[in-house]
Structures are given as C-alpha cells and as structure tokens.
C-alpha cells in the first residue's frame, strides 16, 4: 500500500503555493494534514502527478477575529482549534463538533481547511460551516472568491472549488452571545465519520418567542445541509423541537446505501435534531438569563 | 517514501510499526515537535528538519518511563504491536492533560487498534502512571 | 525483579510474575517480522490479486512491468506451476489449492502474479502495468444460492459447490424427538469475520542452490502439521524447507495460520527469481484476501421434557469454505464436534454437515476456531426454550450441566471432559453479575417502555487438540484406508550452559499470550531458581527445534498441553542437578533440594553449593562425574496426551485434552430511536483450572471478550451479491476501540485438570466464542424478537427495533445467481427527470449521435464508434482528488422511436471497474420542450467497492446528473443560466441510492 510516484513541492509562502497550483491545475493534490489525503494516496485511489505541501505555510494557520467573524486559516490543525479560547467563545458551534472529529492523534495533524475540502457528508466541520453560515475564501494566482458554505458543497467530495484554487481561509461569523448551540451525532463508533449528525443554533428574543433559528444536518444528504426553518421564527419555543424534529425528517432527502438506509437516516435527523434543539434551547435560555 | 518506512527501513527506528497504512491503527504513531501523529500518513521530505521521537526515545537507554512501568504492571500489552505507538500518544496525551479521567483516557485511545488487551488493562496502567506523575512532580 | 511482584512466592507458578517479555516490547527494542533483513541482497514483492470474484485468466502480460527500472521478475502462476503442486487437503473432492491462481481466480483478492523487484514501491508500480485479461464469469457469494440446483460452479471437477456432506448420530435423537415434550428450532446465519491481528503476515524466502534448500523465515503461527504439506506442495522432502519464526509476532489469533500458502508461494518466486525476498501483507491484502472465521447457514434443534431436560440435539450446519479448502480445513466444523452437547449432559445428537466453496477467501483459524459458530446456535436455542419452557434461562442450564461429580465425563461424540463445577461457575456468575437485581432492573425498564434484556451464554473450552480430529470429515471406511493419527506432540528443551545459566527452547510459536514468561516460571519452580534466572527461547527453526506435528500456537494448547512438556523436561533436569549436588555433597540424590538457587541437603542449610556450581560440573569435569551421570546438560521432553485416540468407528474422538468452562451474561439497553445498545453489565466467569498466572489469565479474558464483543456488534467482511468485496480498510472493517468496550466482571472457578502436572487448561478463546451469544440472547430478550442476526451495528438493531427486517443488505437471502439486467439485491440505483429546451425529436436525434454522446458524458476524451449503437471512449472521471482514466464501452439498446431507449455502459480503469444500465423515456411538453426522465441500476467492484463504500451511491449519482445535466446545457437556448441553478433543479428532481 504505497503511493504511486509524484514530485512533491513544499512552498514557503502562499504566492508560491498559487503558482504551482496555476502551473500543476488539476494534476496537482494540495496536502495539508493529510489524515484523508494521506490514506487516499497510499490505497492509490488518488494518484496525482504533484503534491503541493502546504503545511509550513504560516499565513495559513492563524485564527484572528475581524468584525462580525472569526477567520481561520486553511492550514489551522484541528487539535488548535479545538484549544482556541477564540473558538470556544466565538464559534462555539465548532467548538462542540471539534471533539467528534476523528481521534486526538489525528486531531494533531488533519486541518479545518483539508476537512472542508474533501466535503465528505458526514465531517463534521463542513456541517458546522454551514450551520453558522460561514464562508469559504478561495484563493487563486488570479483572485479571490468567497463563497458561502451552503452553496460551496455540490455533493459528496465535490466543491465549487476550482482545480487551480486553493481554500485560504474559513470566515466564522461570530455567535451572538444570547445564542444557543447544540452538536448531536451518532456514529457506529467513538471518531467515525457520522452516519447522522445535527446541529442547531438559537436565539431567544423572550422567553417565548424564537428569534434566530439554525438547524444543519451532516451524514444525511450527499452533503451538510441547513433545514430552511423561517416557519419557525417567532413563534413560542415550547413544542418546538418535537415539531421541528419531524419537520426536519420530513424535509431531507437522505442518501441510501449499505451503512444507513434512507428509513434509519431519517429515523436518525429526527432524533438528532430533536437533541440538538432541545440542548440548544436550554442553552439560550441560560445565556438570556446570565445576560439580563 | 512514507514516513513510517523512512523511519524503520533507513533509519532503523523498527519500534515505529506498520498496522495499516491508512491512518486508523494508530500502530505508526510518533512525536513530532512533541505532537502525537500518525507516521504512516506522512512522508519523509514533510519531516525534513523536524524533531521526531519514537518509542525508542521515551526513555533513556536501559530505563522505562512511567508509564512503561504501568504498563508492565498492569499487564497492559501482549502482542506489543500496537504498544509503541500506543506509548507515543500517551506521552502527548498526559503533556497535555495530566489529570485525566477514564473516559478522557478511552477516547484518546480510540485512536488506536488493540486486538489482544481489549483495552481495560492500557486504561488502568495509563490512569496509575498519571497519578505516579502528577505525585513526582 | 520485575514489578509487580510484591511477595516471593516460593511457587512461582500461580503468581502474578510480570511478564519477561515486556520490556523489549515497551522500548521497542522486540524484533517483528518486518524488522529482520537475515540475509543481504533481499528484494521485495507484491502481489496483483484478481479485482473480480470469478474469472478464467485468457491473458496475463507482463512485459511492461518488466521493463520497469527495479523490476527484477514478474511472475504468474503458470510460471511457478515447475515448482509447485496443490496443498493437499483432507477433503477428497477434486478442487485443488494452489496459492496462486493458474486458469481461473476464484475470489476477489487471489494473487495472479508477483512482481519481485528492488522496492516495494516499485514492486507495486509493476503491478499496476501487468495487462491481464479475464474472462469474467458468473459469481457465487452466498452460502445460499451456491446450493442451488443451477449455481454457477467454481470447480467445474467437483461439478457442484457442495464439496462435502457427512452425517453422524450419537444416541437415539430420532426417539429423543419423538419423544420430546418440547420441541424449539431456530435458523441462523452468521457472518464471516476475523480477528485482523496488527501485525500482518511476512514471508522472507531464499532458495539457495546448494545445498538444494528453501529456507523462510515468516510469522506463522504453526500447526506445525502443515509444514509436511508445504514441503509436499514444494515438491521437497521435509528437510528442504527451513521455517524459521521470528523473536516476536504481533497477534495472530489463528489468522497467521494462513500465512502458509504465501511461504509456498514466495519460496517457489525466490526460486524462480533468483534472489531473496521479502514480502510484507499490507492491510487492504489482509482484509480482502488473509483468512476469517467461516460463515455459516444452520438450522438447531433441541428436544425438551416439560420440566426442562433437553433430551435431544440435531445440528444443520452449512459452512463457507471460501473458494478452497485451506489445510487445515474443514477443521473449523469439526473441532466442537466431538463436544456437540456443549456443557450438557444430552446423550442424543444429529449432526448434519455440509461444506460449500463460494466466491470468496478461503476460511481459516479464528480466535475460537469453530466455537462461536457452534455456541451461536446451541445457547441460542437455549434461551429460546428456556422462554418458550417459562423457565429461567439460568436455571434450564443448571438443570442440564454436567453434574459436578461426573468428570471425567465421557460426551457422546467421544469428548472427555477432564474436570469442571459448571454450578459453581454459574452460581458465581450470577453473583457478581447480580442477577436477581439485573432481572428487578430490567422489570423496571419495561414498565417504562424501555427495551432491556439479559442474555446468557455457556460452553466448554477444548484445549490442545487431538491432531486426528480433522479426519472426522472421512468415513470411518476412509479412516481405515489412511495412515492412522492421533495425539499431540509437544516439546521443550532445557540447557544449563557451563556458567550455569538455564536457557528454555519452546515450539509454541507465542504470538503475545506470555509463554516465555509461564515457562520461565515453571522451570524456576522445578530448579529453585527466580524465573529473571531463566532464559527463554521462542523462535522456532524447523532445522533445529525439537518440533513435531502438532507443535505452534493454537486450540489453547500452551497450558494444556505444552507445560507438561515444559515441567517434564525441567524435572529431568533438576534430577541431573540434584545427582551432581548429590556427588559433590557427598549425599543421596533424594535428599537434594534445590531452592533460592542452591542445591542443598534437605534440612541441613549449611551442606550446599550453588546451582551454577553443581551445573557447571556437568560441563568443566565429564571424566569426573559418577556413573550414573551423562555429561552435558541439555535435556529435551517430548509428551503425548495418553487421552488423544484417534476416532472410533463410531465417529466419537477426545478431540482435546482439557475442557475448561467459560459462562457469560450480558445485560443491554437499547435506545430504539437510534438502535444503539447499551451494554449495562457483562460479567464472565472462567475455570481455566490452576492459573499459571493470574494476570495473563485474565489479559486473556479480556481480550477474548473484546473479540466477541467485535463479531457481535461491528466486524463483518462483506461482499455484495456479486462477489466484490466490501471492506478493504479500518474504515470500513470496524474493531471495537477503548470507547466501544466495557468494563466487565470476571470470576473464576477452578478445579484443576488431571491432564498435567500443573492441574492447568487451556484458555485464551473464552468468551470469544460466546459473547457473540451472549449479546445476541440480550438483544433478542430485549426486543422480543428471535430472528436477529450479526452484527448489531446501529441500523441493523434499529431495524429489529422497529419491526424492519434487517437481514438481507448485507446477507442477502435472496439469490445471487443473477442475468444481467435482472436488478435486485445491492445495485447502486436512481432515478432522476429534467425537462429539456427542444423538441423531442431533437432530443432523440441528440441523443443517438456520437459526438453529442461525447459532448455529454463527462470527461470523455475520445469516443469511437465500434458498430451500430455501440461505442468505446476514454473517460477521465474526477471526482474531488480521486481522478482515474477508465476504457468505456457504451451501447444503446431497445430503442424505440422518440420515446425510450435504454443505455448500457461498462468500465474499467485503475480503481476498479463498474457497470451500468439506465432507462431513458421522452415526453413531449409545451412549448417544444421535452421531459426526460431516467432510472439506472450500476455497480462497482475492484478497489473503489472495497474502499468507498460509504460514497458510492452519492457519487455514481452525481455522476450519471453530469451526464444528464450536460446533455440539458447544450440543449439549452442561448440564455445562458448559471450553472448552478441547474444543480440545484438536478438535485430537487433527482433521488437514488441502494435498492
């Protein structure tokens, strides 16, 4: 089990990087922690001319909060996230989905960039960017472009992103500190990727009355999805999750395979949804109560 | 070449042992910079300049660390296959977290494969050599 | 002095002696197979398996490979056929076993050609420009449909997949049934699984000229019984091969038994090639192709009083062979046979036996080795009669023991059951399981609603096997015609070299259980030495061990059997020392103690010498030493247990020596909403008789149990309906890890055996043969449901939660035996419409021209037409970074004007191969616009099934969008629509998965 042969690239800098991605386009692999890449390359399954290591690139692994988000770096690995004191206070959505990603080892090295590269449906951290709405920043030798999580995953492993791009950054936007968050997952085994998994955000004008509503599933569909849930919305939080869960079963279009039938996965959203609200609503009720 | 083959075949670092090859036995585990990560999913020229320790180096020569000594007690290894890489993320994982509990201590481990302990044995032997070394400290 | 020691014991066997073996494993200083480079000039291998079920081979092309820079030979199976003949089986059927594929593969994973080259990355690379061409035939991958009357037949000499049947009566079970109050029947089926030890299998294999000999280092696990078959497969007396065993193997739990047919194979391609070579399994070869516990289809019955006295057995066994029969199987059915009435005192059994070759890797030794098969079917009957008799499962097994004052016990098959309490064992289980309390609990939770079972399971542990037991598979009328067996060798030597130091050579081949260190134990208590004093010797080396047959690590046979050999062989050496001591101290022989290191006058501690002084004569002063002394000191024991006859005419054996006792429980919750069980207690109790050392003992139990647990809850090497293999990584093959594995509670209860010296049995299967039980009674109990089958994973307990029958993704019960285009079963299927911007003539039109063909299907770089609506093209297909080249043959059929047609595709390309078939239909809509709608079956096989199972469905599906989608853009006026809304109508419309 080893990987074919390819020359291997180490930019020092970000420019550099783009410009052997420009020149290489989609002959070339973009490593960074290589917990999925890596397997890939050694079952041969990906087998690239070029890999372009862009794990020394520094400018690639900052957190850094500007206005309303957080901005991680590409090359951020997941066990620094997962010790950030700015995640934890601002995103805590990522926060909760970080200890379900894989195991502490490959936590050390596998990177939020890389994770939401690969666009596997049941990861973890492209569900949480969807939840939050978040966005991911391409970069290319030619320009920018930004492009909100919702629309950049396609399907299972596919992204809007462009063979000769690379993500730079992911834009996190900030929790308001009344919300509520909740990450639910059940997977065969501790570190799995999930065969379901939801999150929720929610924010509570008064105790009666759902100002801000987010509910994203993972595992379910060919990719994250957030539940359009503006039927929700202003309305009295009591029987909400029950309602909400059922909603959110009937509203998705679950894959069907070996792992999980379309049933169990349905089965599963209206669990996990019903989980993370309920976790999600006590939690804002806290924080409304702490903030007044 | 991958890095766990660099580290075996070139250097003769033969505690680094080879489980799966794609990142999930945890049998390949190292440190580099003090960090506990899979070597088998990594190549040679990523470690280039890097400080790596394999299991061979967690103790001085004719010594066991603390948790060598747990594990010895606790009847914490069999076939010893997986144990290199076990002790490797150990020394990361009690770095960081000293005082852990059991189930702080069976998901770090999670990350590893152990087909003959079932694993009780590594949880007590890790959870006593945090103790002694929270106490020798 | 090792940790952990706090007392001295003056007996160290029975203490808790830290292991000898640890502190080479801990500081990595312990040498794998891997590790070695014996000899210089090694080249390394690799293997090209077949990607397909079943094939005949039309062409195999290795001159590209060849020419490779590195590469030093390719070699196939026709070429080393000069060299090689089958292994020889006890199955008489004409199905030959070569351990390389010569006309026809028969399973996924079956090595076609080795390339030897300088790397192993270059090895592989060569591989991958062998040309081959198959012929790819009909598979059979079920134990099911290979039965059925017009299954394709893998060897066509055999004329039929059924390559065995036998049947056996013990007692009157027709008049038991007859008899019978009660009668409960249960059917089942059970998955294949394995207990993938970390370490794979290596072979290092040299041929050297002269002298004429194969010599092979390699971790095999022995029975030594087959290196006589693969020196006969060799086509070489005994002598001329030379297997060496390296210091330390990770793991083996029987698996590395099957390391057997690569040590043939790599030492022929040694041969062949030329040069040394070492291979090393990778886990994606290990997975698909090693070995595993075999599948099984049964059917049990058990015959009841109405007070609960099972007066009756009949077993139905079917069982999975693999695509050949690997020596030493058919073992893995027979080796409970001669203990088929488990832990009861039944005297009535039927046994039916059946054994049929499928499309998949041969089966072998697993951990437990027949007995989670054999248990899964009598402990579930148990606990069904015991519902179904309104008696406690508990107490329905109590009443049928063995009684305690009946050992020796002689079974009705012919096993003797050496010493055994089984109520005591049950008592203490339900002790520290706190049963009454468990039962009060799950009282409790079903009130609530909530779904909460106890399940039991009890068994027989067989220890050191009776190397005759396999020939059960023969007629009593074959028996007499072949060369008569019987028994179980083993051997130690013991040498206490001129400086007095004691060296043990064992050839029990330990794959981690410790041996070094309980023999060294043994051989301090018998010398009086301290067992660090003691150096123990576990490579084997067929050229210079004392080994035999049945020597290696296997049915539990260290403490069984091996110890004796052990404590015999040290006894005949402190007898030595005791005759030297004796000379120099002017004293009896009788009168020598040896302790603490000395050799002393019993009761006079001042009149002694040293150990290494009264040794060291037998070295420095020959010509000295009394008559009745031989020089030297190096003595070696070889025993037989007198109890292991070989089987009667009535086909009943002492298939083993010792039979230890193991009964488990296990309480469960299960979340219906998510089918997640809860293991609330799991409380094991053992009679392992005398433990030699309590900590490995119990090292065992646990990692028994672990094992169990995996098979009941996770493990299985799936294939789909068409023999593609399905679980090639640890991403797809689930173990359980730390979070998955409970607590447990364990107890013990010993009586000790009379089979050795020590009063030990064997152990180290345990509750791997009955946690899968075990759990599946609580599951069962839980769910008030009987028709559960392995593995629990969540959807499929989900499933039996909710009333789903959840049997058949992944075993499918349906038949495999499947003409093309006869959908069912596990295709990746989906359906899909989009409405089109032309008429639809000039969709049909579209949709027959080439070059619109080629516009539309993705990534296709060049599309010729071969004939009449049938196409080949070169399509790139990306998806993320996995990116392949794949030749495609397309074909349009049932046409039918402006309204359907149907689509037929076929690929092949470096990750594997699939195929396809799809309904297109048109129908006009308003304004000139067409809508079309499609439904396609495909399916996948080679690396991406093995692999990807999780994403295939997603991605074919997108894919086959792509297809549609781009047909539907260049259609489209010249309003040019971001593509992306496309996408997205795509994906409201479209819907698909496994049917």
């Known amino acids: ?292 | 070449m991958l890095l766990c083959d660099f580290l075996r075949h070139e250097l003769h670092a033969f505690a680094v042992h080879v489980g799966c090859e794609h990142g999930v036995c945890g049998a390949c585990t190292i440190l580099i910079e003090g960090r506990a990560v899979r070597s088998c999913t990594q190549y040679a020229a990523q470690a280039d300049g890097a400080d790596i320790v394999t299991a061979e180096g967690l103790a001085p020569p004719g010594t066991l660390n603390e948790v060598q000594r747990a594990f010895m007690k606790h009847h914490a290894l069999q076939c010893g296959f997986c144990t290199p890489g076990i002790l490797c993320s150990v020394a990361h994982f009690l770095r960081q977290t000293p005082e852990p509990d059991e189930r702080r201590v069976r998901e770090m481990l999670s990350g590893h494969i152990c087909r003959c302990t079932g694993y009780t044995s590594i949880v007590t032997a890790i959870l006593e050599a945090a103790a002694m070394m929270r106490k020798g400290s | 002095m090792p940790d952990g020691i706090e007392t001295i014991s003056k007996r160290w066997i029975g203490a808790a002696v830290g292991r000898k073996e640890d502190e080479a494993l801990l500081t990595g200083q312990a040498r794998f197979i891997d590790d070695l480079y014996p000899i210089p000039g090694l080249c390394f291998a690799a293997i090209l398996r077949s990607p397909h079920a079943h094939v005949r081979i039309r062409r195999i092309d290795v001159e590209r490979a060849h020419q490779l820079p590195g590469v030093r030979q390719v070699i196939t199976g026709k070429d080393v056929l000069e060299l090689i003949g089958p292994l020889p089986s006890v199955v008489k059927a004409p199905l030959p076993y070569y351990p390389i594929a010569i006309d026809k593969a028969r399973y996924v994973g079956e090595p076609i050609a080795v390339v030897v080259a300088d790397t192993r990355y270059n090895a592989e690379d060569a591989c991958e420009l062998i040309d081959t061409e198959y012929e790819v035939l009909p598979p059979v991958t079920d134990l099911r449909s290979a039965t059925e009357r017009d299954a394709p037949v893998i060897h066509e000499a055999v004329g039929s997949n059924v390559i065995s049947r036998r049947s056996f009566s013990y007692g009157n079970p027709e008049g038991a049934f007859a008899a019978a109050d009660r009668v409960f029947e249960f059917s089942y089926s059970l998955p294949r699984y394995a207990s993938t030890p970390i370490e794979t299998f290596g072979v290092i294999a040299q041929f050297e000229r002269a002298p004429d000999r194969y010599t092979v280092w390699s971790n095999f696990q022995g029975p030594f019984v087959v290196q006589p078959l693969m020196a006969n497969a060799l086509r070489v007396p005994g002598h001329r091969l030379r297997l060496i065993t390296p210091p330390s193997s990770g793991g083996s739990f029987g698996i590395k038994q099957a390391v057997l047919s690569y040590i043939v194979l790599l030492a022929a391609v040694s041969r062949k090639a030329g040069v040394p070579i070492k291979w090393i399994e990778d886990r994606a070869e290990h997975l698909t192709a090693a070995s595993a516990s075999s599948d099984r289809l049964g059917t049990v019955a058990a015959a009841f009083t109405k007070d609960g006295e099972l007066t009756g057995l009949r077993f139905r066994n079917t069982a999975n062979m693999g695509a050949y029969v690997r020596p030493p199987e058919p073992a893995s059915l027979y080796r409970m046979h001669a203990a088929s009435n488990g832990c009861y005192r039944v005297k009535n059994i039927s046994i039916d036996n059946e054994l049929v070759v499928t499309n998949s890797t041969p089966v072998g030794l697993n951990r437990g080795y027949g007995g989670p098969q054999f248990y899964f079917a009598l402990e579930r009957i148990m606990e069904i009669a015991a519902r179904g008799l309104d008696i406690d499962p508990a107490e329905l097994r109590r009443r049928n023991f063995v009684p305690t004052g009946a050992f020796p016990y002689k079974a009705p098959a012919g096993a003797v059951f050496d010493a055994g309490d089984y109520e005591a064992a049950l008592s203490e289980l339900l002790r520290i399981a706190g049963y009454e309390e468990l039962k009060e609990r799950r009282a409790a939770a079903r009130r609530a609603g909530r779904a909460f079972g106890i399940g039991l399971a009890a068994g027989v542990e067989p220890s050191g096997s009776n190397m005759a037991y396999v020939s059960l598979e023969q007629t009593p009328q074959e028996r007499r015609r072949a060369d008569r067996k019987s028994g179980a060798n083993a051997s130690a030597v013991v040498a206490v070299d001129p400086s007095g130091q004691v060296t043990v050579r064992l050839c029990s081949c330990p794959n981690g259980q410790g041996h070094a260190t309980v023999a060294a134990q043994i051989v301090a208590d018998t010398l009086g030495l301290h067992p660090d004093d003691i150096h123990v010797v576990t490579e084997m080396d067929t050229l210079t061990s004392p080994w035999s047959i049945a020597s290696g690590n296997y049915s539990n046979r260290f403490a069984a059997i091996v110890v004796e050999a052990v404590a015999k062989c040290a006894e005949q050496v402190a007898q030595k020392i005791r005759l030297l001591a004796a000379a120099a101290l002017d004293a009896t022989a009788d009168e020598i103690e040896l302790h603490e290191g000395y050799a002393r006058v019993r009761g006079q501690s001042n009149r002694g010498l040293p150990f290494r002084k009264a040794a060291s004569r037998a070295h420095w002063d020959p010509a000295g030493l009394p008559d009745a002394i031989g020089p030297g000191l190096h003595e070696c024991a070889i025993i037989s247990p007198p109890v292991l006859d070989p089987p009667d005419d009535e086909d009943r054996i002492a298939s083993a020596v010792t039979f230890g006792f193991v009964i488990d429980l296990a309480a469960v919750e299960i979340d219906r909403n998510t089918g997640a069980i809860r293991i609330d207690k799991y409380a094991s109790v053992h009679d392992v008789g005398t433990q030699l050392n309590p900590k490995i003992v119990e090292g065992q139990v646990h990692g028994g149990f672990a094992h169990g647990l995996g098979a009941a809850l996770f493990e299985e090497l799936a294939y789909d309906d068409q023999g593609n293999f399905l679980t090639g990584t640890f991403a797809d093959y689930l173990c359980p890890t730390a979070v998955e594995v409970p607590q447990i509670e364990i107890g013990h209860v010993e009586t000790p055996s009379p089979a050795n010296a020590l009063g030990a049995k064997g152990m180290g299967d345990g509750s791997s043969m009955l946690t899968p039980a075990a759990i599946t009674n609580a599951v069962a109990d839980a769910l008030g449901r009987d028709d559960i089958s392995l593995p629990l994973n969540l959807q499929r307990v989900w499933a039996f939660a909710n009333g789903h029958d959840a049997t058949t993704k992944s075993r499918p019960a349906i038949s495999s035996i499947r003409p093309a285009g006869r959908a069912v079963g596990e295709m990746l299927t989906g359906s899909g419409k989009i409405t089109l911007f032309a008429p639809v003539q000039e969709v049909w039109r579209r949709l027959l021209d080439p070059s619109e063909l080629a516009a539309s299907i993705p990534g296709c770089s060049s599309l010729t037409q071969d004939e009449i609506d049938r196409y080949s093209a070169r399509v790139t297909i990306g998806i993320g970074a996995i990116r392949g080249t794949y030749h495609a043959q397309i074909e349009l059929r049932d046409k039918n004007e402006g309204s359907s047609l149907r689509l037929l595709g076929k690929a092949i390309g470096p990750l594997g191969f699939g195929s396809g078939s799809g309904l297109v239909t048109l129908q006009p809509e308003t304004g000139d616009r067409t809508r079309l709608e499609y439904s396609y079956e495909a399916e996948v096989g080679g690396k991406l099934a093995a692999v990807g199972q999780r994403m295939l469905g997603s991605v074919m599906r997108y894919l086959i969008g792509q297809f549609f989608r781009s047909l539907e853009r260049r259609m489209r006026p010249a309003a040019r629509l971001d593509w992306r809304s496309w996408w997205l109508r795509f994906r409201r419309h479209g819907s698909g998965g496994e049917a």
């Open chain 1, 1 to 292: 089990m080893k990987p074919v042969a390819f020359d291997y690239y180490r930019p020092q800098t970000l420019s550099e990087a783009l410009e052997l991605l420009a020149d290489k386009g989609d002959e070339a692999v973009i490593l960074a922690g290589g917990m999925t890449l890596g397997p890939m390359l050694n079952l041969r399954i990906v087998r690239p001319r070029a890999v372009i290591d862009i794990s020394r690139i520094e400018a690639l692994q900052t957190i850094s909060v500007t206005g309303s988000v957080v901005v991680t770096g590409a090359g951020l690995t997941q066990s620094e996230a997962l010790s950030s004191e700015i995640i934890a206070r601002e995103v805590p959505l990522l926060a909760m989905a970080l200890p379900w990603v894989g195991h502490f080892q490959t936590r050390n090295r596998g990177t939020l960039g890389g994770s939401v590269a690969h666009a596997d449906p049941s990861a973890e951290i492209p569900l949480a960017l969807v939840a939050c709405g978040g966005t991911v920043v391409l970069q290319s030798r030619w320009g920018q472009r930004r492009i909100g999580a919702r629309q950049f995953f396609v399907g299972a492993l596919v992204t809007q992103r462009r063979p000769d791009e690379m993500i730079m950054a992911l834009e996190w936007p900030r929790s308001a500190p009344d919300a509520g968050h909740a990450f639910s997952e059940i997977a065969q085994r501790h570190g799995d990727f999930a065969i379901a998994a939801a999150a929720c955000t929610v924010r509570l004008a008064k105790p009666d009355r759902v100002e801000q509503l987010v509910v994203g599933i993972g595992g379910v569909e060919d990719r994250p999805v957030a539940i359009d849930v503006s039927s929700f919305l202003g309305q009295a939080p009591g029987e909400m999750a029950a309602k909400l869960s059922e909603y959110a079963a009937a509203s998705v279009s679950p894959m069907d395979d070996r792992s999980a039938s379309a049933a169990y996965r349905t089965a599963l959203t209206k669990v996990l949804v019903e989980r993370a609200v309920n976790s999600a609503l006590s939690i804002a009720r806290l924080q409304r109560g702490r903030l007044q």
